[in-house]
C-alpha cells in the first residue's frame, strides 16, 4: 500500500509537471514559471528532475538557445535538482529565483542581471537667499555635509527620487529642474561590491521650513552656497557640485543644467527620459 501511494503522488506530481507551459522569446530561449504549477503545488524532486530533463532534451531538439527558470521562494527545494543538470542562478527577488541553463555553443552570452545601483541626491538652492539644503548623516563616521538623497525605487524617475528623499530627509518640498552632475563608482561596499551610480539633481524649493528625519540625520540646515563651497567639512562630491552650482547660480543655470525629455520608446505603450544639456529650438525641430 506505501508503494502504491508513493506511487500515485509520483503521478500526480507528474501531471502537475505536464501542465507547465514554455514561453519561447525572441531571442530563441524559453521562460518556465513554477509559480503556475496548482497549489499546493505536490511535486517531488525526482518527478522534478525527470521532468526537466526531458524538457530540457526536447528545447535542445528545437534549436532553443537557453532556459529560463523562475523558481518560487516557497519551491526553493527544487532548485538543487535543476543545478544538478546545470542550472546555474541568475538573479533572486523577494519571492523567487531564476536559474539559467546555456543551450547554445560556446559560451554563455546571456546577459547578467543589473550591474549598477541608482543613488539620486538633491540640491536645492533658494535662489533669493543664495543658501542651499545641506545634512549631516546620523550613521556615518565623518558628519560631513552633504546634499540629501537616497536609493532609487524600481520604476522610479531620476528627478522623483531626488524630491523624494529630500523631502523624506528634510521635510522640504521641492520641484526637479535638472541633473547635474552622475558619479560612477565601481566596487561599491554598500552595493554587495557591485557598481553604483549617483546622481546630484538641481532642485528648487517650494517650502523652507525644515523638519528633518532624526534617524537619519544628525543635522540639517540652509548654508550659504558659498560657505558650502569654501567649507573643509564637506564631502569631495559634495564641494565639487557646490562649486558647479554657485557657476550655474552666477552665470546662469543653462551653463550647467542637463535637462530632460520624455519620447516614445519602440516599445508599444512604453516612454522614456532622455536627459542631455538643452538643445535650442531651431534645432529641436529640424526635421
Known sequence: MARLWRALRRARG???LAGLRARPDKFGGVSVDLGELRQPPRVERAAFG????????QWRQEGRIAVWLRVPILQSGLVATAASQGFAFHHAEQGSSTLTLWLGEGPSRLPGFATHQVGVAGAVLDESTGKVLVVQDRNKTINAWKFPG????????????????????????????SILSIRQQHQHPGAFGQSDMYIICRLQPSSFNISFCQQECLSCEWMDLEELVRTKNSTPIT??????????????????DITMREFPAVYTGLFYKLYHRELPESYRNIT
Do not use: H, M, Q
Open 14 to 16: 507528474w501531471a502537475a
Open 50 to 57: 525527470r521532468w526537466l530533463r526531458e524538457s530540457v532534451a
Open 150 to 177: 537616497g536609493l532609487s525605487n524600481p520604476g522610479e524617475d531620476i528627478g522623483d527620487t531626488a524630491v523624494r528623499e529630500v523631502f523624506e530627509e528634510t521635510g522640504i518640498k521641492s520641484e526637479f529642474k
Open 239 to 256: 564641494s565639487n557640485v557646490a562649486k558647479l552650482l554657485l557657476y550655474g547660480y552666477r552665470e546662469g543655470f543653462d551653463k550647467i
